[in-house]
């Protein structure tokens, strides 16, 4: 636990000293600081403090990475990861608006519009988030949590398992300090923490990762007439009905892409 905790700690520090220090350099050139300019400091502090820990988890070998789950060729399980990470999106966001509103607000609903309307939006969005963040929470955290929880015959049993992913999720969902990002960041840390444990590998959570929000960013250029605050429904001019039936095929998707990867990812 203690060196989740420190993982969690430096993932934390880099972004808080690396927006300290380009708040107060672009302070020192640009003294007024307009909206455009904010989100543009935003993707430059994110790009600078994801390079940052990447390095720092790599060089210090936190996140031990190699090309040996590759060389086993999990084709099978990439492409049933990437159908299920299509199919999970529109569930994901009807349950997420089922919640009661005063417990899922979006403090960052007018930056994440702007981000998502830009294409630089999408390095932060689609590339530095993805990344960096299954280093951390899987790669790293998950990893040490899993070796943590084993007994003294240095077996993991169910409960324990699931309890280090459980932790991990915890973490993955509360940095994202966003009450609209932690139910849904929670629940995608359970199912990215099974694949990591059943794989030992990032790479299918990290193409999970990429594609989930990847989508965020191409509905703003597909349904540029509609607010990325916009409810699910209006995305289906407010038919309730086939609203509710792209949600219910999309589930039949999901669950047969459950059932292969299951079988496909043997620990």
Known sequence: MKHSLIYVGVFLLYQTLIAALVTVVMKFIFPEVTADMAVTKLVVISGISSLATLATFYFAKWCPMSCDYIKTKPYKTLFWTIILSIALILPAVWVQELLPEDYTQDVLADVMEKLLTRPDGYLLVG????????????????????????????????????????????????VHFNPAQIPHAFLVGLLLGWMYYRTGSIIPGLIYHFINNTSAFLLVWIFP?????????????????????????SVMIAIPCLWQLNRLMKR
Not at 145 to 167: Q, S
Not at 229 to 249: C, P, Q, R
Request: net charge negative.
């Open 127 to 174: 590339i530095f988030a993805p990344a960096v963040e299954e280093v951390v929470f899987r790669g790293a955290i998950l990893r040490k949590l899993l070796e943590w929880m084993k007994d003294n015959f240095g077996e993991l049993t169910l409960a324990n398992r699931w309890i280090a992913i459980v932790i991990s999720s915890v973490f993955f969902a509360t």
């Open 225 to 249: 007439n509609v607010s990325t605050n916009a409810k699910l429904i209006e995305y289906f001019d407010g038919d309730k009905s086939a609203m509710l039936m792209a949600v219910g095929i």
